[in-house]
């Protein structure tokens, strides 16, 4: 059995750095038993503040996470260096990806004592597709580099005799090595008293350059001019925080994007002694934004002037047809009774394609008119909406020998003409692909329901939270319906829910619901089975809870 050591020491300064750390550090001995670990690894593995030392590995780990990691902790404690990426579900967070580092330590007698533990939550780095190849490599490089220089360091830690010097090393390097944040201890005035490595990486300066220097030469010349550093340390003495992010300038006078968050220190009677500073590079992240920003702003012109282009062109293709649609009834009628029978049936051919394109150009112009969103909304009856919409369609539904039956439905905030061509487009769907051997009957239901009830529809309701509740507002029919697999494809422009002949229509009315719903901040659902009917659900933010 391996010598036992205790590790904690009464550095007061280096243990408070090590507890701002935002990332899970432990140390684990031997007999794994935890004898150290910092709030954020107790928030990760959802224990209370100050629990887990003295705690056995299998206490502390959720479900049968130990068992998973057992043997890794074992190497570790063999004295290998153990680095290995997984997924797990931990109290912090279900279903993240983590990297785990593995150091182990030695004691005087060069057996191995414990190991210290880092975690990192790289589920966010795993989403980044054009980084990801680059930040596995630069974690690896980064990896090796700390596993060459705890090697290094070994020797001299075995030959160190006062178990409290002996500790003390161990918590500066454990500070020390962490290289993907900037660690800097200063005093009440911000000059620098002591600089870790990840300082060195990210801004350039070895320590024997730095200590004495105050921190405002990290700041833009501008930022200095407007008193941004002393802004920032006034906050910090105030409030015992301030976090900030913004470009900061490199040895070398490069620039990158830093998160930072000062601390402030306090003795015992609750003055401010000092500060500590973390600072981490996001520039690769913040150029990830930028880019997609752009992208998105130039998305959105493109789609503007495609809108104005598709609404110009159809526009301007309905003068042209009129006159065809003119002249090909005037020439039937001059003609009738003078050709044959082929020459009738192409000009009827011609007369029929003609009004096809004059619908389509209509359903066109509609969907570009709803392609833009209008400046002010209204108060909406959806009641008389509905009663206007059947009561325009009555002669069809009659026709049908159908009935509608509505219940009382709520008032909206919405655009007029939008949702009125919304209701007219499902009504006389309904009325089109009726089945015509049997009487139409449409029924128009109605229910208040949660954003976290319809969160697992096919609607992709997003998780932010901003509306609580919807008005559900349903269509159903006894029509022809339509194959389950279809139910997205119908808002797709030009998609029909028929394609027989005497069912016309250009394919675009859905795929125009489905654009007033996204103007409205809502959504739409289409169900059906064929020959049973066909459903569809609009849901409307609802602005009260």
């Known amino acids: 059995m391996p010598e036992t050591q205790n590790i904690l020491i009464s550095d007061n300064q280096s243990l408070s750095i090590l507890n701002l750390i935002p990332t899970p550090v432990y140390y684990v001995d031997a007999n794994h038993i935890y004898q150290y670990a910092n709030p954020e690894y107790e928030r990760w593995m959802g224990q209370p503040m100050g629990s887990i030392v003295g705690k056995s590995m299998e206490e502390v780990l959720p479900g049968n996470a130990y068992l998973k990691i057992r043997n890794r902790v074992n190497a570790a404690l063999n004295g290998q260096n153990v680095e290995y990426k997984t997924r797990v579900d931990l109290p912090y967070k279900n279903n993240i990806a983590v990297r785990a580092v593995y150091t182990p330590q030695t004691g005087n007698d060069g057996t191995v004592i414990g190991y210290l533990g880092m975690l990192y939550d790289i589920t966010g780095e795993r989403r980044a597709e054009s980084a990801l190849d680059e930040m596995s490599k630069e974690i690896q490089d980064l990896n090796n580099a700390l596993e060459q220089k705890v090697q290094e360091r070994t020797h001299d830690l075995e030959m160190r005799n006062a178990q409290l010097k002996e500790s003390e090393e161990r918590y500066h390097r454990m500070v020390e ?27 350039g300066y070895s320590e024997q350059e730095i200590l004495g220097r105050n921190f405002r030469l990290f700041y833009l ?45 306090h003795n015992a009677q609750g003055d401010v002694t000092g500060f500590t500073k973390l600072t981490r590079n996001l520039s690769e992240r913040k150029l990830a934004e930028d880019k997609l920003r752009q992208n998105a702003e130039i998305l959105e012109r493109q789609n503007k002037e495609l809108e104005q282009f598709a609404y110009i062109a159809s526009h301007d293709m309905k003068e042209p047809l009129r006159k065809i649609m003119l002249y090909s009834n005037m020439l039937a009628e001059r003609i009738s009774g003078q050709v044959g029978e082929r020459e009738n049936l192409y000009l009827e051919r011609t007369q029929h394609a003609a009004a096809r394109m004059q619908r389509l150009i209509e359903d066109l112009l509609a969907y570009s008119r709803t392609s833009f ?58 009325v089109k692909y009726r089945k015509p051997e049997i009487p139409l009957a449409i029924n128009v239901t109605y229910q208040k329901v949660t954003r976290e009830s319809i969160a697992g529809l096919s609607l992709m309701v997003p998780d932010d939270k901003t509306t609580a509740f919807y008005h559900r507002v349903s269509i159903h029919d006894n029509g022809i319906g339509f194959s389950p697999e279809y139910a997205q494809k119908v808002f ?39 020959n049973e009917g066909a459903a569809f659900a609009l849901y409307f933010p609802a602005a009260d809870k």
């Not at 090595?177 to 801004?203: F, H, S, T």
């Not at 002669?395 to 655009?415: M, R």
Request: glycine fraction near 10%; include cysteine; charge should be negative.
């Open 373 to 430: 969103h209008a400046e002010g909304t209204e108060s909406l009856n959806l009641n008389q909406l509905v009663a206007e919409t059947v009561e325009f369609y009555r002669e069809a539904i009659d026709e049908a020998n159908g009935t509608v039956s509505a219940a009382v439905l709520p008032t909206i905030k919405g655009i007029g003409f939008q949702v009125r061509q919304l209701f007219d487009n499902l009504i006389s769907n309904a």
């Open 177 to 203: 090595e962490v290289e993907d944040y900037a660690i800097i201890l200063m005093d009440k005035d911000g000059y620098i008293l002591n600089w870790n490595r990840g300082a060195e990486k990210i801004k």
């Open 221 to 265: 010349p501008e930022d200095q001019a407007n008193g941004l550093p002393d802004r920032l340390i006034t906050e910090a003495t105030v409030k015992g925080r301030a976090a900030h992010e913004g470009w900061r300038v490199t040895k070398s006078g490069s620039q990158f994007w830093g998160s930072i968050v000062i601390t402030a220190l």
């Open 492 to 530: 797709e422009l030009f998609q029909r829910l028929a394609a027989k002949d005497d069912q016309s229509g250009s394919g675009i009315g859905l795929s125009i619901c489905k654009k007033i719903m996204q103007n409205h901040n809502g959504y739409i659902e289409a169900t059906g089975n064929e």
